[in-house]
């Protein structure tokens, strides 16, 4: 399965602390993505980061990816409660195009 | 009209029976992704219809299926639906190209 995985599974943090979430996966990719997901409810697109892209920033949010470790991290700065969320990485294998799957998800309590 | 729309949020059916779920794409996406995901879990893909033709297809039995009508909205099929299939069901759009997805809200089926 090409289906990346999160790491840690959950996260407790204090609130103003950074956050990091790591993403490993199988194949090589076109590019990934890192989704939010509040309390079961649809998911919403943060960053996206393309194969020949190193790092990414989008406000308090920064983006890492190691294609040669196939490995991506989401580093969120000073957080904040409303942080609180599951988040995920989804990838496309290079030969399926715009399909994604997603990882298992890290799921992130910010503590105010 | 933009944001992707799904109806119902809720559904409860009896296993054996059918359901149907929609979607209406945000305005200008002409790709429909279909994903479950079942409690504590990532989304699983489903399938992917573009211009009314699958377009690509998860791990899924045949009775799971689709449609995508020519004002780009959707729907999944489920028949002969078995207790595992109780999951939250996403629908997600794109336009070719802009590979970042929008989520709808999703419908939380239970079956009984």
């Known amino acids: 399965s090409q289906q990346g995985e999160e790491d840690p599974q959950a996260l407790s943090i204090q609130e103003g602390e950074n956050a990091t979430m790591n993403c490993s996966y199988k194949t090589s990719i076109n590019n990934l993505q890192w989704y939010r997901q509040n309390s079961g409810r649809g998911l919403v697109h943060l960053i996206l980061?393309?194969?020949?892209?190193r790092e990414k920033h989008s406000g308090r949010l920064r983006v890492t990816l190691d294609t040669s470790k196939k490995s991506s991290s989401l580093l969120i700065t000073a957080s904040r409660a409303a942080d609180t969320a599951s988040y995920f990485c989804?990838?496309?294998?290079?030969?399926?195009?715009?399909?994604?799957?997603f990882g298992t998800g890290t799921s992130l309590t910010v503590i105010p | 009209e933009t944001g992707v729309t799904q109806s119902p949020t809720h559904l409860i059916k009896t296993r054996g029976q059918q359901v149907t779920l929609r979607c209406s794409s945000q305005?200008?996406?002409?790709?429909v992704s279909w994903y479950q995901q079942a409690l504590g879990q990532g989304p699983q893909f489903i399938f992917q219809y573009y211009r009314e033709e699958e377009n690509g297809r998860g791990n899924f039995p045949p009775r799971f299926s689709g449609l995508q009508f020519p004002n780009y909205s959707s729907e999944l099929n489920v028949n002969a639906l078995e207790l595992d299939d109780s999951a939250l069901y996403l629908c997600?759009?794109?336009?070719?190209?802009?590979?970042?997805?929008?989520f709808g809200s999703g419908t939380r089926l239970t079956v009984v």
């Open positions: 305005s200008g996406h002409n790709t």
């Open positions: 997600a759009s794109s336009w070719t190209g802009n590979y970042g997805y929008t």
């Open positions: 980061i393309r194969s020949n892209e």
């Open positions: 989804a990838t496309d294998a290079s030969n399926t195009g715009n399909q994604f799957y």
